[in-house]
């Protein structure tokens, strides 16, 4: 694989080539974690609409510790973001070529840490939640802001129901019959590529979940760490740019 590839896919310098690729990569990559860390934590990380609605069911059933513990992972998802815009923005300010690369890095040094201390986080309390759930909601959140800002909110890796409306709006398009007496306005065209886009990312979605699940239940919180050296292939090049800059200076 040639090293400009694997540069642009998160250089700062981007294409829609790179970000249909990236990606499709980093929805693996949250389908794996999503659906692995399901069987780890008993809990979607990923999916912040079932959460909040949780907590209203268990808000009228007086279910206090599991709105509190919803209340928990969504404020971890929100701080993972938060931290993804602050890295980016930074990068940015500072004309880095890692303000993409630099949350992916964090997010692969988060699932080795995950991977490696999984068993031991889980007696661990956070935020009205276990440390696993605190941990995974972050990444999750890191992960989606990251690829939100680098396409200007087109892809989003772990928001499947968006992808999935997406891909419903674009058929609802190709279907329509644009009449001639309406011809005066433009016609109603699908975006095909757009929809081919869409249809890889939630099939690589769920290829990811079926491999994070398999991987989990064979060998555990360690099932990670192959998803932590597909972030580090994909991130490390624009930062030993910056570092090789850095160090002329």
Same mark, same amino acid.
């Given at each position: 694989?040639?090293?400009?590839?694997?540069?642009?896919?998160?250089?700062?310098?981007?294409?829609?080539?790179?970000?249909?690729? !990236?990606? =499709?990569?980093?929805?693996?990559?949250? $389908?794996?974690?999503?659906? #692995?860390?399901? /069987? +780890?934590?008993? %809990?979607?990380?990923?999916?912040?609409?079932?959460?909040?609605?949780?907590?209203?069911?268990?808000?009228?059933?007086?279910?206090?510790?599991?709105?509190?513990?919803?209340?928990?992972?969504?404020?971890?998802?929100?701080?993972?973001?938060?931290?993804?815009?602050?890295?980016?923005?930074?990068?940015?300010?500072?004309?880095?070529?890692?303000?993409?690369?630099?949350? !992916?890095? =964090?997010?692969?040094?988060?699932?080795? $840490?995950?991977?490696?201390? #999984?068993?031991? /986080? +889980?007696?661990? %309390?956070?935020?009205?939640?276990?440390?696993?759930?605190?941990?995974?909601?972050?990444?999750?959140?890191?992960?989606?802001?990251?690829?939100?800002?680098?396409?200007?909110?087109?892809?989003?890796?772990?928001?499947?129901?968006?992808?999935?409306?997406?891909?419903?709006?674009?058929?609802?398009?190709?279907?329509?019959?644009?009449?001639?007496?309406?011809?005066?306005?433009?016609?109603?065209?699908?975006?095909?590529?757009?929809?081919?886009?869409?249809? #890889?990312?939630?099939?690589?979605?769920?290829?990811?979940?079926?491999?994070?699940?398999?991987?989990?239940?064979?060998?555990?919180?360690?099932?990670?760490?192959?998803?932590?050296?597909?972030?580090?292939?994909?991130?490390?090049?624009?930062?030993?740019?910056?570092?090789?800059?850095?160090?002329?200076?």
């Amino acid at each position: 694989m040639p090293i400009s590839y694997v540069r642009g896919l998160t250089s700062r310098d981007r294409t829609q080539r790179a970000n249909h690729h !990236l990606g =499709l990569a980093l929805t693996f990559v949250a $389908g794996a974690t999503n659906a #692995g860390g399901y /069987l +780890a934590v008993q %809990q979607y990380t990923s999916h912040m609409t079932g959460i909040v609605s949780a907590m209203a069911d268990n808000i009228v059933l007086g279910q206090r510790d599991l709105v509190l513990a919803g209340a928990g992972g969504v404020a971890t998802f929100v701080l993972g973001a938060a931290c993804s815009a602050v890295m980016i923005n930074f990068g940015r300010r500072n004309d880095l070529q890692s303000e993409y690369a630099a949350p !992916l890095l =964090l997010e692969a040094g988060l699932l080795l $840490g995950f991977g490696l201390l #999984g068993s031991r /986080l +889980a007696d661990v %309390q956070g935020l009205f939640v276990p440390a696993t759930v605190m941990l995974l909601c972050f990444i999750m959140g890191l992960q989606n802001a990251m690829i939100s800002k680098l396409s200007n909110a087109e892809i989003r890796t772990t928001h499947v129901t968006g992808m999935i409306t997406d891909i419903g709006i674009e058929l609802g398009k190709s279907v329509y019959w644009n009449r001639r007496a309406a011809s005066a306005r433009p016609p109603v065209v699908s975006d095909r590529r757009r929809l081919v886009t869409l249809f #890889g990312l939630v099939g690589s979605f769920f290829v990811g979940g079926v491999a994070g699940a398999a991987g989990f239940k064979q060998v555990g919180t360690l099932a990670t760490l192959p998803l932590a050296t597909i972030l580090v292939a994909l991130a490390v090049l624009p930062a030993v740019d910056d570092l090789r800059t850095f160090m002329r200076r």
